[in-house]
Each structure stands twice: as structure tokens, then as C-alpha cells.
């Protein structure tokens, strides 16, 4: 089993950065793809940016490319997302999950868990 906690979450102004931490725990992290979503209040989950086995392979949602970064650390068994330029309309819970494939990783029914969701907020 696989369980994954989301950390970092929190309240910045407009122009700033906040790293979110997905430590996950359980056997085989390198194996997973991992990916990062988010849900704002009335509105879809939607996908932020995904990162498989090594740095190199990394997806990013149009709308967060340029001011966000997946990165991973196998040895902690922990990625990250590095979110700069932080606009109002960032503001969600954001999630992390975990999926055995390293495909369709822009797709949520593609990934087998998921951790808590952290909460950010952007004001103007």
C-alpha cells in the first residue's frame, strides 16, 4: 500500500512562491509516476504537472508552465512542487498521487492513490 501526505500548503500574496512536499511512503517510489492536481471551490479537478522516474520527464498544464516545477528525490521518497509567480487564480487544494503507469498522467482516473490535499491560498 501506498499512502502519500501533502505538506507546504499555506496563504502568500500575489507574485510569490510557496513548495509543496508529497512525502510518500510504501514500498517501490521510484516505480511510480507522480503527479500534482488541484481543485478550486466549484470547479473540477484539473491537472498540474506530473514527473516520472528521473527529472527529465516532466509534464506541466499550460496554464502553470514557466512559474511551476515538479522535481522528485528518490531517496527521501518525497517530490515537490515549486510554485513561483503565484496568481489568485492558483488558489486550491492541491493534491499529489501516485500511479503505477507512465502514461496519461494528465488524467486523474490514472493515477491509484492520493494523499489528503493541502490548501493554497493566493490574495491580490
Known amino acids: 500500500q501506498v499512502q502519500l501526505a501533502e505538506s507546504g500548503g499555506g496563504l502568500v500574496q500575489a507574485g510569490g512562491s510557496l513548495r509543496l512536499s508529497c512525502a510518500v511512503s510504501?514500498?517501490?517510489?521510484?516505480?511510480?509516476?507522480i503527479g500534482w492536481f488541484r481543485q478550486a471551490p466549484g470547479k473540477e479537478r484539473e491537472f498540474v504537472a506530473a514527473?516520472?522516474?528521473?527529472?527529465?520527464?516532466?509534464y506541466y498544464a499550460d496554464s502553470v508552465k514557466g512559474r511551476f516545477t515538479i522535481s522528485r528525490d528518490n531517496a527521501k521518497k518525497t517530490v515537490y512542487l515549486q510554485m513561483g509567480s503565484l496568481k489568485p487564480e492558483d488558489t486550491a487544494v492541491y493534491y499529489c498521487?501516485?500511479?503505477?503507469?507512465?502514461?496519461?498522467?494528465?488524467?486523474?482516473?490514472?493515477?491509484?492513490?492520493w494523499g489528503q490535499g493541502a490548501q493554497v491560498t493566493v490574495s491580490a
Open positions: 498521487a501516485a500511479s503505477g503507469r507512465w502514461y496519461n498522467l494528465t488524467i486523474g482516473e490514472t493515477y491509484n492513490y
Open positions: 514527473i516520472r522516474t528521473n527529472v527529465d520527464n516532466t
Open positions: 510504501g514500498r517501490g517510489f521510484s516505480t511510480y509516476a
